[in-house]
């Protein structure tokens, strides 16, 4: 059961280079209340959540957003350079061939993160999603947002300007959550 919406935008991966476990560990220090399982589950889900919002991500958008990281520049940078006709023939086709620079942009908001997190823990781990997540001290939506906005403070991830970690407080029940879609058939023998 996908409980994604389409509307709204938020998280998306920043770039993740050789340094990326050096600063995973010291973002893990820093917050000291999750293990570095719990962070490398957050990033792998986010990854899930946004393609079960947008869909896969396509060779054009690949192109696009390849560009913006090698140029350290943000989508609405891109969007200016668009307009201003300072981009080469080469990126405008990828942008159109994408969709247009709406189209890029592959942000969810925190509760469609929750919720894509809650099902990849149960894709991943079935019933005992909710006793991992436990034994990492994740014990609300809440924990999944401290866990993202530590890792937007050190660069990991980012953020749109009205993204706030509020975003994360009660999107559901953890115990709820992770028992619903479950049904213990008797055994009729």
């Avoid at 938020?10 to 050789?18: F, N, R």
């Avoid at 943000?74 to 247009?100: N, P, R, T």
């Avoid at 592959?106 to 997190?117: E, F, I, K, S």
């Avoid at 403070?153 to 959550?177: E, N």
Wanted: hydrophobic share 40%; aromatic share 10%.
């Amino acid at each position: 059961m996908k409980r994604f919406t389409k509307q709204g935008t938020v998280l998306q991966l920043a770039i993740m280079g050789d340094s990326y476990q050096q600063t995973l560990k010291m973002v893990v220090e820093r917050v000291g209340d999750f293990p570095e399982e719990a962070f490398h589950f957050v990033r792998e889900g986010l990854g899930v959540a946004v393609d079960c919002v947008h869909g896969p991500e396509s060779p054009a958008q690949k192109k696009v957003m390849h560009f913006l990281h090698e140029n350290k520049i943000d989508l609405l940078e891109l969007s200016d350079l668009h307009d201003q006709g300072e981009l080469d023939d080469a990126m405008v086709s990828a942008i159109e061939q994408a969709g247009g620079i709406e189209k890029i942009n592959r942000h969810v908001r925190g509760a469609d993160l929750c919720w894509g997190l809650r099902d990849y823990a149960q894709q991943r781990w079935g019933k005992m999603a909710r006793t991992v997540l436990g034994q990492w001290n994740v014990q609300s939506t809440h924990d999944f947002g401290r866990i993202v906005f530590a890792m937007i403070d050190f660069d990991l991830m980012q953020k749109q300007p009205s993204d706030s970690i509020a975003d994360f407080k009660d999107v559901f029940d953890f115990d709820q959550g992770f028992e619903a879609g479950y049904e213990i058939i008797p055994d009729r023998a």
